[in-house]
Protein backbone atom coordinates (compact mmCIF):
# COMPACT_ATOMS: atom_id res chain seq x y z
CA UNK A 1 0.00 0.00 0.00
CA UNK A 2 2.89 2.47 -0.73
CA UNK A 3 1.57 3.51 -3.95
CA UNK A 4 -0.53 5.99 -2.62
CA UNK A 5 -2.11 8.71 -4.66
CA UNK A 6 -1.82 11.97 -3.04
CA UNK A 7 -4.04 15.07 -3.70
CA UNK A 8 -1.69 16.98 -5.13
CA UNK A 9 -1.08 14.45 -7.98
CA UNK A 10 -4.50 14.25 -8.92
CA UNK A 11 -5.24 17.88 -9.34
CA UNK A 12 -2.41 17.23 -12.72
CA UNK A 13 -5.30 14.74 -13.61
CA UNK A 14 -8.70 15.65 -14.76
CA UNK A 15 -10.60 17.00 -11.61
CA UNK A 16 -13.00 19.52 -11.74
CA UNK A 17 -13.80 22.06 -8.12
CA UNK A 18 -16.97 20.84 -8.94
CA UNK A 19 -17.29 17.43 -9.09
CA UNK A 20 -14.67 17.51 -5.91
CA UNK A 21 -17.81 19.29 -4.11
CA UNK A 22 -20.22 17.04 -4.79
CA UNK A 23 -18.12 14.22 -3.88
CA UNK A 24 -17.04 15.89 -0.48
CA UNK A 25 -21.05 16.34 0.12
CA UNK A 26 -21.85 13.22 -0.76
CA UNK A 27 -19.18 11.41 1.22
CA UNK A 28 -20.26 13.71 4.53
CA UNK A 29 -24.05 12.76 4.13
CA UNK A 30 -23.12 9.09 3.95
CA UNK A 31 -20.42 9.36 6.53
CA UNK A 32 -23.45 10.46 8.72
CA UNK A 33 -25.78 8.13 7.79
CA UNK A 34 -23.13 5.36 8.70
CA UNK A 35 -22.04 6.87 11.91
CA UNK A 36 -25.20 8.51 13.62
CA UNK A 37 -26.24 5.76 14.98
CA UNK A 38 -23.26 4.11 16.33
CA UNK A 39 -22.10 7.47 18.06
CA UNK A 40 -25.93 7.55 19.80
CA UNK A 41 -25.40 3.59 21.15
CA UNK A 42 -22.13 5.10 22.69
CA UNK A 43 -23.80 8.49 23.95
CA UNK A 44 -26.59 6.64 25.36
CA UNK A 45 -24.65 4.14 26.93
CA UNK A 46 -22.50 6.82 28.82
CA UNK A 47 -25.40 8.68 29.89
CA UNK A 48 -27.53 8.80 33.20
CA UNK A 49 -31.23 7.62 33.69
CA UNK A 50 -32.53 11.33 33.80
CA UNK A 51 -30.83 12.23 30.75
CA UNK A 52 -31.67 8.94 28.72
CA UNK A 53 -35.13 9.91 28.38
CA UNK A 54 -34.50 13.11 27.75
CA UNK A 55 -37.66 14.92 25.11
CA UNK A 56 -36.08 15.75 22.27
CA UNK A 57 -33.27 13.23 22.09
CA UNK A 58 -29.90 14.69 22.95
CA UNK A 59 -27.04 13.61 20.78
CA UNK A 60 -24.67 14.61 23.46
CA UNK A 61 -24.16 13.66 27.20
CA UNK A 62 -23.63 16.10 29.93
CA UNK A 63 -22.80 13.94 32.75
CA UNK A 64 -21.16 11.08 31.25
CA UNK A 65 -21.51 8.00 33.65
CA UNK A 66 -20.23 4.19 33.50
CA UNK A 67 -23.38 2.97 35.55
CA UNK A 68 -24.81 1.42 32.99
CA UNK A 69 -22.27 -0.56 32.56
CA UNK A 70 -22.16 -1.81 36.20
CA UNK A 71 -25.88 -2.17 35.76
CA UNK A 72 -25.59 -4.80 33.11
CA UNK A 73 -23.14 -6.55 35.39
CA UNK A 74 -25.52 -6.34 37.92
CA UNK A 75 -28.54 -7.38 36.02
CA UNK A 76 -25.91 -10.09 34.26
CA UNK A 77 -25.01 -11.74 38.02
CA UNK A 78 -29.15 -12.26 38.83
CA UNK A 79 -29.54 -14.25 35.43
CA UNK A 80 -29.98 -17.64 35.91
CA UNK A 81 -26.83 -18.51 34.12
CA UNK A 82 -23.80 -16.57 35.19
CA UNK A 83 -22.66 -13.52 32.84
CA UNK A 84 -18.99 -15.27 32.64
CA UNK A 85 -20.20 -17.96 31.16
CA UNK A 86 -21.96 -16.29 28.07
CA UNK A 87 -18.28 -14.83 27.83
CA UNK A 88 -16.71 -17.71 27.71
CA UNK A 89 -18.52 -19.07 25.71
CA UNK A 90 -18.05 -16.78 23.07
CA UNK A 91 -14.80 -16.37 23.70
CA UNK A 92 -14.10 -20.39 23.62
CA UNK A 93 -16.42 -20.50 20.49
CA UNK A 94 -13.90 -17.14 18.68
CA UNK A 95 -10.52 -19.00 19.17
CA UNK A 96 -11.31 -22.37 18.63
CA UNK A 97 -12.78 -21.90 15.77
CA UNK A 98 -10.49 -19.46 14.80
CA UNK A 99 -7.50 -21.24 15.16
CA UNK A 100 -8.88 -24.40 13.27
CA UNK A 101 -9.77 -22.42 10.53
CA UNK A 102 -6.53 -20.57 10.60
CA UNK A 103 -4.18 -24.19 10.04
CA UNK A 104 -7.14 -26.15 8.31
CA UNK A 105 -7.57 -23.14 5.34
CA UNK A 106 -4.11 -22.17 5.26
CA UNK A 107 -2.80 -25.80 4.92
CA UNK A 108 -4.93 -26.66 1.98
CA UNK A 109 -4.80 -22.67 0.69
CA UNK A 110 -1.00 -23.53 0.32
CA UNK A 111 -1.56 -26.72 -1.67
CA UNK A 112 -4.25 -25.00 -3.38
CA UNK A 113 -1.75 -21.94 -5.28
CA UNK A 114 1.53 -23.84 -4.91
CA UNK A 115 1.23 -27.52 -5.64
CA UNK A 116 0.55 -28.31 -9.24
CA UNK A 117 -1.60 -31.53 -8.31
CA UNK A 118 -4.30 -32.91 -10.28
CA UNK A 119 -7.94 -31.73 -9.09
CA UNK A 120 -6.81 -28.71 -7.89
CA UNK A 121 -8.55 -26.44 -10.74
CA UNK A 122 -12.32 -28.10 -9.61
CA UNK A 123 -12.00 -28.21 -5.93
CA UNK A 124 -10.87 -24.15 -5.74
CA UNK A 125 -13.91 -23.91 -8.17
CA UNK A 126 -16.01 -25.90 -5.87
CA UNK A 127 -14.87 -23.20 -2.98
CA UNK A 128 -15.55 -20.48 -5.18
CA UNK A 129 -18.47 -21.68 -5.79
CA UNK A 130 -19.26 -21.98 -1.95
CA UNK A 131 -19.00 -18.01 -1.48
CA UNK A 132 -21.40 -17.57 -3.79
CA UNK A 133 -24.77 -18.86 -1.33
CA UNK A 134 -25.57 -17.87 2.08
CA UNK A 135 -25.63 -20.73 4.41
CA UNK A 136 -29.22 -19.93 5.24
CA UNK A 137 -29.66 -22.69 2.43
CA UNK A 138 -27.65 -25.50 3.86
CA UNK A 139 -29.28 -24.76 7.86
CA UNK A 140 -31.68 -27.81 7.65
CA UNK A 141 -29.43 -30.20 6.41
CA UNK A 142 -26.83 -29.42 8.67
CA UNK A 143 -29.17 -29.70 11.35
CA UNK A 144 -29.65 -33.16 9.98
CA UNK A 145 -25.91 -34.13 9.82
CA UNK A 146 -25.30 -32.17 13.67
CA UNK A 147 -27.97 -34.66 15.18
CA UNK A 148 -27.03 -37.76 13.31
CA UNK A 149 -23.47 -37.06 14.75
CA UNK A 150 -25.05 -36.21 18.11
CA UNK A 151 -23.81 -33.07 18.30
CA UNK A 152 -26.83 -30.73 18.70
CA UNK A 153 -26.03 -29.11 21.83
CA UNK A 154 -22.32 -29.21 22.36
CA UNK A 155 -19.40 -26.71 21.54
CA UNK A 156 -18.57 -28.63 18.49
CA UNK A 157 -21.79 -28.05 16.04
CA UNK A 158 -20.52 -24.31 16.61
CA UNK A 159 -16.87 -24.65 16.49
CA UNK A 160 -16.09 -27.96 13.88
CA UNK A 161 -18.00 -26.14 10.79
CA UNK A 162 -16.28 -22.79 11.34
CA UNK A 163 -12.86 -24.97 10.52
CA UNK A 164 -14.31 -25.35 6.88
CA UNK A 165 -15.33 -21.82 6.50
CA UNK A 166 -14.43 -21.00 2.94
CA UNK A 167 -13.67 -16.72 2.71
CA UNK A 168 -10.81 -16.96 4.28
CA UNK A 169 -9.12 -20.05 2.75
CA UNK A 170 -10.12 -18.00 -0.74
CA UNK A 171 -8.65 -15.00 0.33
CA UNK A 172 -5.08 -16.89 1.58
CA UNK A 173 -5.19 -18.83 -1.43
CA UNK A 174 -5.37 -15.82 -3.62
CA UNK A 175 -3.04 -13.90 -1.55
CA UNK A 176 -0.33 -16.72 -1.53
CA UNK A 177 -0.95 -16.94 -5.20
CA UNK A 178 0.70 -13.15 -5.83
CA UNK A 179 3.42 -12.74 -2.88
CA UNK A 180 4.93 -16.67 -2.31
CA UNK A 181 7.29 -16.34 -5.26
CA UNK A 182 7.82 -19.91 -6.95
CA UNK A 183 11.37 -19.64 -7.55
CA UNK A 184 12.31 -19.21 -3.86
CA UNK A 185 9.69 -22.49 -2.82
CA UNK A 186 11.29 -24.52 -5.82
CA UNK A 187 14.75 -23.71 -4.93
CA UNK A 188 14.08 -24.82 -1.34
CA UNK A 189 12.67 -28.33 -2.85
CA UNK A 190 15.40 -28.98 -4.73
CA UNK A 191 17.59 -28.48 -1.41
CA UNK A 192 15.17 -31.29 -0.36
CA UNK A 193 12.93 -29.57 2.09
CA UNK A 194 9.55 -31.26 2.18
CA UNK A 195 6.29 -29.36 1.77
CA UNK A 196 5.61 -28.98 5.19
CA UNK A 197 8.80 -27.38 5.86
CA UNK A 198 8.08 -24.61 3.17
CA UNK A 199 4.40 -24.38 3.69
CA UNK A 200 5.35 -23.30 7.90
CA UNK A 201 8.68 -21.69 7.02
CA UNK A 202 8.92 -20.03 4.03
CA UNK A 203 5.17 -19.53 3.09
CA UNK A 204 3.20 -18.97 6.23
CA UNK A 205 5.86 -15.87 6.98
CA UNK A 206 5.51 -14.25 3.55
CA UNK A 207 1.63 -13.93 4.19
CA UNK A 208 1.33 -12.59 7.47
CA UNK A 209 -1.22 -10.08 6.08
CA UNK A 210 -3.34 -12.90 4.55
CA UNK A 211 -3.62 -14.96 8.31
CA UNK A 212 -4.17 -11.89 10.05
CA UNK A 213 -7.51 -11.35 7.47
CA UNK A 214 -8.13 -15.22 8.06
CA UNK A 215 -8.18 -14.47 11.60
CA UNK A 216 -10.16 -11.22 11.64
CA UNK A 217 -12.96 -12.52 9.32
CA UNK A 218 -13.75 -15.71 11.50
CA UNK A 219 -13.14 -14.54 14.51
CA UNK A 220 -16.02 -11.33 13.97
CA UNK A 221 -18.40 -13.81 12.33
CA UNK A 222 -17.93 -16.23 15.51
CA UNK A 223 -17.86 -13.12 17.90
CA UNK A 224 -21.51 -12.27 16.49
CA UNK A 225 -22.95 -15.33 16.76
CA UNK A 226 -26.08 -15.48 18.19
CA UNK A 227 -29.31 -17.94 18.74
CA UNK A 228 -28.26 -21.21 17.01
CA UNK A 229 -30.54 -23.90 16.46
CA UNK A 230 -27.54 -26.41 17.16
CA UNK A 231 -27.57 -25.15 20.94
CA UNK A 232 -30.72 -25.76 23.06
CA UNK A 233 -29.28 -25.43 26.79
CA UNK A 234 -28.61 -22.07 28.23
CA UNK A 235 -25.73 -22.38 29.58
CA UNK A 236 -24.33 -23.26 26.10
CA UNK A 237 -25.60 -19.99 24.54
CA UNK A 238 -23.37 -16.84 23.48
CA UNK A 239 -22.38 -13.68 24.61
CA UNK A 240 -24.32 -12.05 22.17
CA UNK A 241 -27.71 -14.09 22.84
CA UNK A 242 -27.65 -12.98 25.80
CA UNK A 243 -26.93 -9.41 24.85
CA UNK A 244 -30.20 -9.34 22.48
CA UNK A 245 -32.17 -11.03 25.05
CA UNK A 246 -31.57 -7.53 26.95
CA UNK A 247 -32.19 -5.49 24.40
CA UNK A 248 -35.13 -6.30 23.75
CA UNK A 249 -36.30 -6.08 27.54
CA UNK A 250 -37.58 -2.49 26.43
CA UNK A 251 -37.24 0.91 28.02
CA UNK A 252 -36.82 0.00 31.29
CA UNK A 253 -33.33 -1.81 30.22
CA UNK A 254 -32.14 0.96 27.63
CA UNK A 255 -29.29 2.30 29.48
CA UNK A 256 -27.81 -1.60 30.03
CA UNK A 257 -28.87 -2.43 26.51
CA UNK A 258 -26.89 0.12 25.34
CA UNK A 259 -24.11 -0.73 27.33
CA UNK A 260 -24.23 -4.28 26.10
CA UNK A 261 -24.28 -3.29 22.38
CA UNK A 262 -20.93 -1.06 23.55
CA UNK A 263 -19.30 -3.78 24.79
CA UNK A 264 -19.81 -6.24 22.34
CA UNK A 265 -19.31 -4.03 19.18
CA UNK A 266 -15.55 -2.77 20.82
CA UNK A 267 -13.88 -6.02 20.21
CA UNK A 268 -14.34 -6.05 16.70
CA UNK A 269 -13.69 -2.54 15.97
CA UNK A 270 -10.94 -2.37 17.98
CA UNK A 271 -9.36 -5.79 16.08
CA UNK A 272 -9.98 -3.95 12.87
CA UNK A 273 -8.25 -0.80 13.85
CA UNK A 274 -5.55 -2.66 14.47
CA UNK A 275 -5.22 -5.17 11.54
CA UNK A 276 -6.78 -2.52 8.79
CA UNK A 277 -3.73 -2.11 6.65
CA UNK A 278 -3.11 -6.33 6.25
CA UNK A 279 -5.95 -6.45 5.72
CA UNK A 280 -6.67 -3.58 3.13
CA UNK A 281 -3.93 -5.65 1.59
CA UNK A 282 -4.93 -8.75 1.72
CA UNK A 283 -8.21 -7.57 -0.14
CA UNK A 284 -6.19 -6.24 -3.27
CA UNK A 285 -5.66 -9.68 -4.15
CA UNK A 286 -9.52 -10.81 -3.66
CA UNK A 287 -10.54 -10.31 -6.97
CA UNK A 288 -12.40 -13.22 -9.10
CA UNK A 289 -10.84 -14.13 -12.48
CA UNK A 290 -12.97 -16.34 -14.74
CA UNK B 1 15.39 -34.84 4.15
CA UNK B 2 18.70 -36.84 2.71
CA UNK B 3 20.48 -36.48 -0.38
CA UNK B 4 19.18 -39.86 -1.53
CA UNK B 5 15.68 -39.62 -1.43
CA UNK B 6 16.10 -35.83 -3.30
CA UNK B 7 17.95 -37.65 -5.97
CA UNK B 8 14.91 -40.26 -6.08
CA UNK B 9 12.84 -37.39 -6.34
CA UNK B 10 14.48 -35.43 -9.07
CA UNK B 11 14.36 -39.08 -11.55
CA UNK B 12 10.72 -39.33 -10.78
CA UNK B 13 10.05 -35.75 -11.74
CA UNK B 14 12.32 -36.42 -15.12
CA UNK B 15 9.63 -39.03 -16.56
CA UNK B 16 8.56 -38.07 -20.24
CA UNK B 17 5.27 -36.89 -20.45
CA UNK B 18 5.03 -38.01 -23.62
CA UNK B 19 5.53 -41.83 -22.54
CA UNK B 20 2.22 -41.87 -21.19
CA UNK B 21 -1.81 -42.16 -21.31
CA UNK B 22 -3.39 -38.63 -19.84
CA UNK B 23 -4.76 -41.05 -17.46
CA UNK B 24 -1.09 -42.46 -16.36
CA UNK B 25 0.38 -39.36 -16.34
CA UNK B 26 -2.80 -37.87 -14.04
CA UNK B 27 -1.83 -41.23 -11.69
CA UNK B 28 1.94 -40.46 -12.16
CA UNK B 29 1.29 -36.83 -10.90
CA UNK B 30 -1.23 -37.22 -8.22
CA UNK B 31 1.03 -39.97 -6.49
CA UNK B 32 3.80 -37.40 -7.10
CA UNK B 33 1.98 -34.53 -5.25
CA UNK B 34 0.32 -37.01 -2.74
CA UNK B 35 1.28 -34.49 0.02
CA UNK B 36 -0.69 -31.67 -1.34
CA UNK B 37 -3.91 -34.06 -0.56
CA UNK B 38 -2.74 -34.76 2.73
CA UNK B 39 -2.72 -31.39 3.28
CA UNK B 40 -6.20 -30.59 1.78
CA UNK B 41 -7.49 -32.99 3.33
CA UNK B 42 -8.84 -31.47 6.94
CA UNK B 43 -10.33 -28.53 5.31
CA UNK B 44 -12.33 -30.58 2.41
CA UNK B 45 -13.33 -33.12 4.78
CA UNK B 46 -15.23 -30.06 7.36
CA UNK B 47 -16.52 -28.53 4.53
CA UNK B 48 -17.60 -31.31 2.68
CA UNK B 49 -19.46 -32.53 6.17
CA UNK B 50 -20.84 -28.80 5.97
CA UNK B 51 -21.51 -27.79 3.22
CA UNK B 52 -21.33 -29.68 0.04
CA UNK B 53 -23.22 -32.69 1.39
CA UNK B 54 -25.55 -30.67 3.46
CA UNK B 55 -26.69 -28.84 -0.23
CA UNK B 56 -26.77 -32.16 -2.46
CA UNK B 57 -28.93 -33.78 0.74
CA UNK B 58 -30.86 -30.90 0.45
CA UNK B 59 -31.26 -31.29 -3.17
CA UNK B 60 -32.55 -35.06 -2.67
CA UNK B 61 -34.46 -34.71 0.19
CA UNK B 62 -36.84 -31.75 -2.05
CA UNK B 63 -38.15 -34.84 -3.61
CA UNK B 64 -39.17 -36.58 -0.24
CA UNK B 65 -41.55 -36.19 2.39
CA UNK B 66 -38.82 -36.61 5.19
CA UNK B 67 -39.74 -35.27 8.38
CA UNK B 68 -37.71 -36.96 10.64
CA UNK B 69 -40.64 -39.37 12.05
CA UNK B 70 -42.14 -41.32 9.28
CA UNK B 71 -40.50 -43.47 6.57
CA UNK B 72 -40.06 -41.05 3.89
CA UNK B 73 -41.98 -41.31 0.46
CA UNK B 74 -40.44 -40.59 -2.61
CA UNK B 75 -42.74 -37.69 -4.42
CA UNK B 76 -40.63 -36.37 -6.96
CA UNK B 77 -41.67 -32.97 -8.26
CA UNK B 78 -45.14 -32.66 -5.46
CA UNK B 79 -43.02 -30.11 -3.03
CA UNK B 80 -42.50 -27.61 -5.45
CA UNK B 81 -45.61 -27.81 -7.21
CA UNK B 82 -47.00 -27.18 -3.81
CA UNK B 83 -44.62 -24.68 -3.20
CA UNK B 84 -45.71 -22.78 -6.32
CA UNK B 85 -49.43 -23.66 -6.75
CA UNK B 86 -51.00 -24.29 -3.01
CA UNK B 87 -48.72 -22.13 -0.84
CA UNK B 88 -49.88 -18.28 -1.17
CA UNK B 89 -47.58 -17.59 1.96
CA UNK B 90 -44.53 -18.88 -0.74
CA UNK B 91 -45.74 -16.41 -3.33
CA UNK B 92 -45.42 -13.82 -0.67
CA UNK B 93 -41.79 -15.05 0.51
CA UNK B 94 -40.69 -15.04 -3.46
CA UNK B 95 -41.86 -11.43 -3.90
CA UNK B 96 -40.49 -10.31 -1.15
CA UNK B 97 -37.44 -12.03 -1.20
CA UNK B 98 -37.35 -10.59 -4.69
CA UNK B 99 -37.84 -7.06 -3.70
CA UNK B 100 -35.34 -7.19 -1.50
CA UNK B 101 -32.48 -8.64 -3.21
CA UNK B 102 -33.35 -6.39 -6.51
CA UNK B 103 -32.43 -3.67 -4.09
CA UNK B 104 -30.32 -4.55 -1.39
CA UNK B 105 -28.39 -6.19 -3.90
CA UNK B 106 -27.20 -3.77 -6.30
CA UNK B 107 -27.24 -0.58 -4.04
CA UNK B 108 -25.70 -2.06 -1.77
CA UNK B 109 -22.65 -2.85 -4.74
CA UNK B 110 -22.78 0.52 -6.02
CA UNK B 111 -22.69 2.09 -2.50
CA UNK B 112 -19.77 -0.05 -1.49
CA UNK B 113 -18.07 1.22 -5.28
CA UNK B 114 -19.00 4.52 -5.42
CA UNK B 115 -17.52 5.18 -1.54
CA UNK B 116 -14.74 3.63 -2.17
CA UNK B 117 -13.74 5.59 -4.94
CA UNK B 118 -14.55 8.97 -3.80
CA UNK B 119 -12.56 8.05 -0.45
CA UNK B 120 -9.49 7.08 -2.77
CA UNK B 121 -8.19 10.07 -3.31
CA UNK B 122 -8.40 11.08 0.28
CA UNK B 123 -4.80 11.56 2.67
CA UNK B 124 -4.42 8.05 3.93
CA UNK B 125 -4.56 9.08 7.34
CA UNK B 126 -8.51 10.45 6.38
CA UNK B 127 -9.00 7.46 4.37
CA UNK B 128 -8.32 4.80 7.17
CA UNK B 129 -10.68 6.76 9.65
CA UNK B 130 -13.35 6.91 7.06
CA UNK B 131 -13.25 3.23 6.07
CA UNK B 132 -13.47 2.55 9.43
CA UNK B 133 -16.88 4.60 9.98
CA UNK B 134 -18.37 2.92 6.87
CA UNK B 135 -17.43 -0.22 7.90
CA UNK B 136 -18.22 -0.72 11.51
CA UNK B 137 -21.73 -1.41 11.13
CA UNK B 138 -21.24 -4.16 9.45
CA UNK B 139 -19.00 -6.03 12.04
CA UNK B 140 -20.13 -4.68 15.14
CA UNK B 141 -23.05 -7.57 15.67
CA UNK B 142 -26.07 -6.60 16.84
CA UNK B 143 -25.52 -2.57 16.71
CA UNK B 144 -28.35 -2.19 14.07
CA UNK B 145 -31.06 -2.86 16.72
CA UNK B 146 -30.53 0.66 17.91
CA UNK B 147 -32.81 1.15 14.80
CA UNK B 148 -35.60 -0.61 16.12
CA UNK B 149 -34.68 2.19 19.06
CA UNK B 150 -35.35 4.58 16.57
CA UNK B 151 -38.04 3.74 14.86
CA UNK B 152 -40.16 2.00 18.13
CA UNK B 153 -43.79 2.53 17.93
CA UNK B 154 -44.26 4.31 21.49
CA UNK B 155 -43.46 8.22 22.21
CA UNK B 156 -39.66 7.24 22.77
CA UNK B 157 -38.82 6.08 19.44
CA UNK B 158 -36.79 9.33 18.18
CA UNK B 159 -38.56 9.36 14.85
CA UNK B 160 -42.19 9.61 15.84
CA UNK B 161 -40.75 11.90 18.72
CA UNK B 162 -39.23 13.82 16.33
CA UNK B 163 -42.43 14.02 13.94
CA UNK B 164 -44.88 14.62 16.73
CA UNK B 165 -42.55 17.87 18.02
CA UNK B 166 -43.02 18.50 14.31
CA UNK B 167 -46.51 18.51 14.07
CA UNK B 168 -46.93 15.99 11.15
CA UNK B 169 -48.38 13.17 12.86
CA UNK B 170 -50.64 13.50 16.26
CA UNK B 171 -50.03 9.29 17.25
CA UNK B 172 -46.79 7.82 16.96
CA UNK B 173 -46.60 5.40 13.39
CA UNK B 174 -46.20 1.68 14.69
CA UNK B 175 -43.39 1.23 12.21
CA UNK B 176 -42.45 -2.28 12.76
CA UNK B 177 -45.77 -3.47 12.97
CA UNK B 178 -47.05 -1.79 9.73
CA UNK B 179 -46.70 -3.58 6.22
CA UNK B 180 -46.55 -0.17 4.51
CA UNK B 181 -43.13 0.62 6.52
CA UNK B 182 -41.80 -2.45 7.17
CA UNK B 183 -40.43 -3.43 3.90
CA UNK B 184 -38.49 -0.07 3.34
CA UNK B 185 -37.44 -0.12 7.13
CA UNK B 186 -35.81 -3.60 6.53
CA UNK B 187 -33.74 -2.17 3.45
CA UNK B 188 -32.54 0.90 4.49
CA UNK B 189 -31.10 -0.88 7.93
CA UNK B 190 -29.89 -3.85 5.24
CA UNK B 191 -27.93 -1.31 3.76
CA UNK B 192 -26.50 0.26 6.96
CA UNK B 193 -25.25 -3.04 7.72
CA UNK B 194 -23.69 -3.87 3.85
CA UNK B 195 -20.25 -2.39 3.54
CA UNK B 196 -18.83 -5.48 4.03
CA UNK B 197 -15.88 -7.57 2.38
CA UNK B 198 -16.51 -6.01 -1.05
CA UNK B 199 -16.10 -2.44 -0.04
CA UNK B 200 -12.61 -3.37 1.48
CA UNK B 201 -12.33 -5.19 -1.68
CA UNK B 202 -12.76 -1.95 -3.62
CA UNK B 203 -10.81 0.06 -1.40
CA UNK B 204 -7.80 -2.04 -2.10
CA UNK B 205 -8.78 -2.74 -5.46
CA UNK B 206 -8.72 1.26 -6.25
CA UNK B 207 -5.32 1.39 -5.09
CA UNK B 208 -3.50 -0.99 -6.80
CA UNK B 209 -4.57 -0.07 -10.47
CA UNK B 210 -1.67 1.02 -12.27
CA UNK B 211 -0.46 5.16 -11.94
CA UNK B 212 0.89 5.25 -15.31
CA UNK B 213 -2.49 4.26 -17.07
CA UNK B 214 -4.36 6.94 -16.15
CA UNK B 215 -1.14 9.31 -17.45
CA UNK B 216 -1.33 7.54 -20.38
CA UNK B 217 -5.41 8.49 -20.51
CA UNK B 218 -4.45 12.19 -19.81
CA UNK B 219 -2.52 12.46 -22.96
CA UNK B 220 -5.29 9.98 -24.49
CA UNK B 221 -8.16 12.73 -24.17
CA UNK B 222 -9.57 11.25 -20.86
CA UNK B 223 -10.98 14.75 -20.27
CA UNK B 224 -12.60 14.22 -16.60
CA UNK B 225 -13.11 11.58 -13.52
CA UNK B 226 -15.97 9.92 -15.01
CA UNK B 227 -14.40 8.57 -18.16
CA UNK B 228 -11.03 7.71 -16.19
CA UNK B 229 -13.48 5.51 -14.11
CA UNK B 230 -15.00 3.92 -16.90
CA UNK B 231 -11.97 3.65 -20.07
CA UNK B 232 -9.36 3.21 -17.13
CA UNK B 233 -10.28 2.44 -13.28
CA UNK B 234 -12.95 -0.47 -13.76
CA UNK B 235 -11.28 -2.46 -16.87
CA UNK B 236 -7.91 -2.92 -14.23
CA UNK B 237 -10.50 -4.02 -11.54
CA UNK B 238 -12.30 -6.44 -12.74
CA UNK B 239 -11.35 -9.34 -10.66
CA UNK B 240 -12.05 -7.31 -7.46
CA UNK B 241 -15.35 -5.93 -9.19
CA UNK B 242 -16.87 -9.77 -9.68
CA UNK B 243 -15.53 -10.86 -5.60
CA UNK B 244 -17.46 -7.69 -4.98
CA UNK B 245 -20.65 -9.16 -6.60
CA UNK B 246 -20.35 -12.03 -5.38
CA UNK B 247 -20.36 -10.91 -1.48
CA UNK B 248 -22.99 -8.91 -2.77
CA UNK B 249 -25.35 -11.27 -4.00
CA UNK B 250 -24.78 -13.80 -0.94
CA UNK B 251 -25.32 -10.42 1.62
CA UNK B 252 -28.60 -9.83 -0.59
CA UNK B 253 -30.21 -12.81 0.15
CA UNK B 254 -28.54 -13.53 3.52
CA UNK B 255 -30.91 -10.68 5.62
CA UNK B 256 -33.60 -12.30 6.94
CA UNK B 257 -31.94 -12.61 10.03
CA UNK B 258 -31.99 -8.76 10.25
CA UNK B 259 -35.55 -8.85 9.69
CA UNK B 260 -36.93 -11.16 12.26
CA UNK B 261 -34.40 -9.01 14.96
CA UNK B 262 -36.51 -5.81 13.87
CA UNK B 263 -39.92 -6.73 13.35
CA UNK B 264 -40.41 -10.19 15.11
CA UNK B 265 -41.16 -13.64 13.70
CA UNK B 266 -43.53 -14.22 11.55
CA UNK B 267 -43.83 -10.21 10.27
CA UNK B 268 -47.46 -8.46 10.67
CA UNK B 269 -49.21 -9.52 7.40
CA UNK B 270 -46.31 -11.49 6.34
CA UNK B 271 -44.98 -7.93 5.12
CA UNK B 272 -41.16 -8.49 5.49
CA UNK B 273 -41.83 -12.67 4.95
CA UNK B 274 -39.14 -13.76 2.79
CA UNK B 275 -37.96 -17.17 1.55
CA UNK B 276 -35.10 -17.28 4.52
CA UNK B 277 -37.79 -17.00 6.96
CA UNK B 278 -40.34 -19.65 5.08
CA UNK B 279 -37.43 -22.15 5.40
CA UNK B 280 -37.24 -21.89 8.94
CA UNK B 281 -40.90 -21.96 9.48
CA UNK B 282 -40.58 -25.67 7.71
CA UNK B 283 -37.48 -26.77 8.27
CA UNK B 284 -36.69 -25.53 12.24
CA UNK B 285 -40.26 -25.31 13.44
CA UNK B 286 -42.74 -27.77 11.46
CA UNK B 287 -39.84 -29.92 10.99
CA UNK B 288 -41.16 -30.90 7.52
CA UNK B 289 -37.82 -31.29 6.15
CA UNK B 290 -38.88 -32.32 2.50
CA UNK B 291 -40.24 -29.07 1.80
CA UNK B 292 -38.50 -26.99 3.34
CA UNK B 293 -35.59 -28.44 1.29
CA UNK B 294 -37.11 -27.99 -1.18
CA UNK B 295 -37.13 -23.90 0.01
CA UNK B 296 -33.43 -24.56 0.49
CA UNK B 297 -32.88 -26.31 -3.34
CA UNK B 298 -34.86 -23.29 -4.81
CA UNK B 299 -33.22 -20.52 -2.34
CA UNK B 300 -29.70 -22.27 -3.95
CA UNK B 301 -30.96 -22.08 -7.16
CA UNK B 302 -31.74 -18.51 -7.13
CA UNK B 303 -28.43 -17.35 -5.87
CA UNK B 304 -26.70 -19.36 -8.54
CA UNK B 305 -28.52 -17.73 -10.92
CA UNK B 306 -28.36 -14.19 -9.57
CA UNK B 307 -24.28 -14.83 -9.92
CA UNK B 308 -24.29 -16.39 -13.57
CA UNK B 309 -26.25 -13.45 -14.49
CA UNK B 310 -24.34 -10.46 -12.74
CA UNK B 311 -20.93 -12.21 -14.33
CA UNK B 312 -22.55 -11.86 -17.51
CA UNK B 313 -23.39 -7.99 -16.88
CA UNK B 314 -20.15 -7.51 -15.53
CA UNK B 315 -18.23 -8.86 -18.75
CA UNK B 316 -19.26 -5.61 -20.10
CA UNK B 317 -17.69 -3.36 -18.20
CA UNK B 318 -15.45 -0.83 -19.73
CA UNK B 319 -16.37 -2.11 -23.54
Known sequence: MK??????????????????????????????????????????????MDEMFVYPPRFY??????????????????????????????????????????????????????????????????????????????????????????????????????????????????FMESSVSDAVLESARLDGASEFYTFINIAMPMVKPAWLTLIVYSFQGLWNSGASIYIQSEQLKTFNYAISQIITGGVARAGASAASTVLMMIVPITVFIITQSNIIETMATSGMKD | MSDKTAVAKETKRAVNRKDMTRAQWTIHEMKRNWIAYVMIAPFMIVFCMFTVVPVVLSFILSFSTFNMLEMPDFIFMDNYIRLFLDDDIFTIALQNTLIFAAITGPVSYLMSFMLAWFINELEPRVRAVVTLIFYAPNISGAVYLIWQVAFSGDTYGYVNGMLIYLGIISTPIQFFQNATYIMPLCIVVALWTSLGAAFLSFIAGLQIVDRSLYEAGAVDGVRNRWQELWYITLPSMKPQLMFGAVMAITGSFGFGGIVT??????????????????????????????????????????????????????SKVGE
Not at chain 1, 5 to 30: E, P, Q, Y
Not at chain 1, 79 to 98: A, D, E, H, M, Q
Open chain 1, 3 to 48: KLRTRKHTVVLNRSVGGDAGITIILILFGLFMFLPMYYVVIQSLKP
Open chain 1, 61 to 174: VVKPTLKNFANLFTLMSDSWVPFSRYIFNTVLISVCGTFGNLIFASMAAYALAKIKFPGRGWIFQVVVLSLMFHSTVTGITNFLIMSYLHWVDTYFALIIPAFGSTLGLYLMKQ
Open chain 2, 261 to 314: ALCGFPSVDYAAHTIMHHLEDYGGQRFEIGYASAIATLLFAMMIGANVLVKKIL
